[in-house]
Every structure is written in structure tokens, then in C-alpha cells.
């Protein structure tokens, strides 16, 4: 499925289409964790733009979600790895990388295209061997 809107802080509604179907065990870790991807689409990506779009195309089985993010923007170089971020001490201070962070906690994918302009998260829902991180 596809789901396409403007660059926007106002996520609600989005976020309630997205999480219809997932898990309600898992529905609030989801929901952050989108909720950090689409501001990040918004603000970074499209920098508030109301002309650009943000388009999500996803898809929710029994055993897995995925949802792939799309911006309008210049595009973003990630970091290699999770632990650049970790191991940078002002990186708290600056707010630098706390999404990123907490993607890569609640996500088991996390990948982007090399434009940097599409992001791929990926959730396993069963058979997971941990309790969620928000409830």
C-alpha cells in the first residue's frame, strides 16, 4: 500500500493509517520509531517544504511490517554504523542522531538508498525474543 502527503509536523492521522495494522503489542515502539522517520522526512528531508512530498509505501503481514519512507530532499549520507553516534559525546547535547538512534533500537532494518532520499524500516512482530522497549 501507498500513502503520499506534504511535508508536515502533524502526524497523527498518518501514524494511525500506518499502525492500523500492526500488532497492538508493538504499536507504541512502532509509533515512535515512525514518528522519528517522518520528522525527520519533513524537517531534514524536505525542510518543511509544502510543495515536496513525503510518500510511504508498506506493507504488514502476521510475521513482519516494512514501510519505506520517501522525501524531496537533497539527500542525507547516514552514518556507517550506530555506534558513530554512540560514541559521540556531544552528540546528546546537540540533539545530533537521536532519531537515528532510536531507529536502530526499534527497527531490525534500518537502510537507505545511496541518494539518501528513501529510508527502509523493517519490524519482525512474531516470535520476537524480547518485550517491547515503550509501552
Not at 522519528?36 to 510543495?51: F, I, P, Q, S
Not at 519512507?69 to 546537540?94: H, T, W, Y
Request: some cysteine.
Amino acid at each position: 500500500m501507498t500513502l503520499s502527503f506534504t511535508s508536515t509536523l502533524y502526524l497523527t492521522p498518518v501514524l494511525d493509517v500506518l499502525l492500523s495494522q500492526v500488532p497492538k503489542r508493538w504499536q507504541a515502539e512502532v509509533r515512535l520509531g515512525l514518528q522519528e522517520a517522518l520528522v525527520n522526512a519533513a524537517r531534514h528531508g524536505n525542510r518543511m517544504d509544502v510543495e515536496k512530498q513525503i510518500s510511504i509505501q508498506y506493507s504488514i503481514t502476521s510475521e513482519r511490517c516494512e514501510w519505506i519512507i520517501a522525501d524531496q530532499g537533497c539527500g542525507f549520507s547516514p552514518p556507517d554504523s550506530i555506534e558513530v553516534i554512540m560514541n559521540d559525546p556531544l552528540c546528546c547535547e546537540r540533539e545530533c542522531g537521536r532519531g537515528l538512534f532510536i531507529l536502530h533500537q526499534i527497527f531490525d532494518i534500518v537502510q537507505w538508498n545511496s541518494q539518501g532520499t528513501e529510508l527502509r524500516l523493517c519490524k519482525q512482530v512474531s516470535n520476537v525474543p524480547r518485550d517491547p522497549l515503550v509501552c
